[in-house]
């Protein structure tokens, strides 16, 4: 069954007929013409496939010249493995959600590995990679699963598919994912989602706190960094797309703030001083909000730090986060050792 998002070039007539394939291979494509339009090169690759490049004639879309293909030898002799595509069906029994599995570093099927998704479901796109990357996330070297996801509620499907977004941030999409994980735990028995953490920033940030608020019995364990909490302090253009106007009861519902005294498992929150995307004053509201709510939480606060530059300390204390809370195991004493931040 082929991926509904990857990216595929046709052509077809003013009169609306003679659709014709100009990418037939199964991946993820992007091609560009010449300034004469009579020639077109093709460049595709899939998360298991490696970049290609193809030269094409546009008059009858014959491949003239195999312009070069990348060598991943070397990554794949140095321990490189391709993230593992997976797709089970959503909340309606039908539709096919579409993620993929970072598996960890020396992976053996007959262990069972704890499970972290990194999250992001803003209803402006789709956010699960495609294309080839040799990227690796940092967690998967400490054991775990990562699994991304584009559930309801994001872009790039059918009208429904991204309808189940308005005036209803909080879904995130988390009925499709908690079956995702389900399915994919029981096609591998590797998969352990007996305690499963989750991450995100910016809007996934909101997101992974909504999953201790509203999915607890699910997941366990969440950091969000740089999150917007409560759609109506962040920036309007971006809020009411999705959550309407005039504001609505549908904004408390989704609100983190207001529903702060729901929280169960283990969160950190991570904020940058300056943050010019969504205003810190986000995360310091949560936060009184919880502890006016007796409730217990990490918050991680860095000095000069913007909305995309959280840096190595909070990306270590993440790890130390999920490594605690998830493996139970004590993390390393990181002022024992001299390290280099930037």
Not at 76 to 91: D, I, Y
Not at 119 to 128: L, N, Q, R
């Amino acid at each position: 069954q082929e991926d509904p998002y990857w990216v595929h070039a046709y052509r077809i007539g003013f009169d609306g007929k003679g659709l014709t394939a100009l990418t037939p291979e199964p991946a993820n494509h992007h091609i560009e013409f010449s300034p004469d339009r009579r020639y077109y090169v093709d460049l595709w690759s899939r998360i298991d496939l490696p970049p290609r490049m193809a030269l094409y004639r546009a008059s009858d879309n014959a491949k003239l010249q195999q312009i070069e293909t990348a060598d991943i030898s070397e990554l794949v002799a140095a321990g490189w493995q391709p993230p593992l595509s997976f797709h089970s069906k959503g909340r309606d029994g039908k539709t096919d959600i579409w993620g993929v599995l970072h598996l960890p570093a020396n992976f053996d099927p007959t262990k069972k590995y704890p499970v972290v998704e990194n999250i992001y479901a803003g209803p402006h796109g789709s956010f699960v990679p495609k294309s080839f990357s040799r990227w690796t996330e940092p967690l998967t070297q400490l054991g775990f699963v990562v699994a991304q996801i584009d559930g309801m509620g994001t872009n790039n499907r059918s009208r429904a598919f991204h309808d189940v977004a308005w005036k209803n941030l909080k879904d995130a999409g988390f009925p499709d994912r908690i079956l995702w994980h389900k399915a994919a735990a029981a096609q591998y028995p590797w998969y352990d989602i007996s305690n499963v953490g989750i991450f995100g920033a910016s809007a996934g940030g909101q997101s992974a706190v909504s999953a201790l608020l509203f999915h607890p019995d699910f997941y366990k364990v969440a950091v969000a960094k740089n999150g917007c909490f409560d759609n109506r302090i962040d920036k309007t253009w971006w809020n009411e797309l999705w959550m309407g106007w005039p504001v609505g009861i549908e904004y408390s519902q989704s609100s983190a703030v207001d529903n702060a005294h729901r929280l169960q498992g283990k969160l950190m929150i991570a904020v940058g001083e300056m943050d010019d995307n969504v205003d810190p004053f986000c995360s310091f509201q949560l936060a009184d909000r919880l502890i006016k709510a007796g409730k217990d939480f990490d918050i991680v606060y860095v000095p000069g730090a913007n909305h995309h530059t959280l840096g190595t300390y909070t990306e270590r204390k993440l790890l130390d986060f999920f490594v605690r809370n998830i493996l139970g195991q004590t993390p390393p004493d990181w002022n024992s050792k001299p390290i280099e931040l930037e």
